[in-house]
């Protein structure tokens, strides 16, 4: 069998709408490209390295609107990294964790591995619906995602009222940062790798600290951590704008043309913006198909940045992304654990709404094709 061929009109200009990695902006590895024989291949302990590890600081404050006293942190290893960090570094005895999906699981299981902390209280919810904190004395530590990746799951950064008054809130950011609107005086960590939003490549992790996050690292700093996952290192290296060890350098550069970009546009705001519009092109659009249907039912919840949709049991979801991919649309499969009939489409800031509605255009005439 011939693999049907979606007529070119109909095509986005750019097929990718992975959920992370994520599309990269060709002018992004260009600049990279640009730096090709000056910084790449340079030493990250001098001004060039860390100059740009600077920009990436401050860009990143500017774009989050970190509160004044909050910082910026950097290291290696990605989110996964970072739930290691906390563990060691942020949490004094009892975390609550809120799991509404695989990332929000993978945090609470970090923490309940952790033979110096006691058993973490999880809230779970069924998938395509949030898991919500609920206050409770004797917690020190609160963590969420901000936007669940696995299932598009949006969930409010906003401390839970009724909180022990140095509770920590710890939300993980990594798909929502740079896409997704947030007040970080309501958070005291916002942790995030750069290859979702941010449009850049992984290997990093970034965390905005609050002032009481700073002084639990303090608290909590004669407590043994493994070098490499060591925050109170990295918050030193942090401000001198270096690493603990050599940072993935190629991320970095993308990353901070991409901040750069969006602060040029008009920061988180205009940002927020574009993924709403693509939000919204995508959810009528399946609320307006017979077989096609939102997966998360709660309008609020719906994420601007990772739409899931239900494809209805008499179309074969794998039928169609093979069809999708064989024209060049990559990656709007559902998340794997999840096992549904269902696309995911990134819908990340570097995607402008009208690829997302040609995508939508494109599934249409893969369903109708394979009738
Ligand atoms: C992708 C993702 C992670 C994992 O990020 P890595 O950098 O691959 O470790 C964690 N949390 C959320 C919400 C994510 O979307």
Known sequence: MSALAIPRDLLPADGRFGCGPSRIRPAQVDMLAALGTTLLGTSHRQQPVR???????????????????????????????????????????TAQLAACGEFGAKFATAVAQAPFLDEPQVVTAEPGTRAVPVATPGVDTYGWAHNETSTGVLTPVVRPEGVDEDALVLVDGTSAAGGVEVDLAEADVYYFAPQKALGSDGGLWFAVLSP?????????????????????????????NETVNTPALATLVLMVDQVEWLLDRGGLAWAARRTAQSASVLYDWAE????????????????PV????????RIDATAVLAALRANGIVDVDPYRKLGRNQLRVGMFPSTPPEDVEALTRC????VEALG
Do not use: C
């Open 288 to 303: 307006q198909r017979e077989w096609a249907a939102p997966f998360v039912a709660e309008r609020a919840a719906r994420s």
């Open 212 to 240: 009481a996050a700073v002084a639990r690292v303090e608290e909590l700093s004669s407590r043994w951590v493994p070098a490499s996952l060591s925050l109170p290192a990295a918050l030193a290296s942090s401000r001198k």
């Open 51 to 93: 100059h740009l590890v600077g920009r990436a600081r401050e860009g990143l404050a500017a774009l989050l609107g970190a509160p004044e006293g909050y910082e910026v942190v950097l290291g290696n290893g990605g989110s996964t990294a970072f739930w290691d960090v906390a563990t060691f570094s942020l949490i004094r005895r």
């Open 306 to 313: 990772v739409g899931t949709v239900d494809l209805d049991d």
């Open 363 to 366: 599934v249409d005439f893969v």
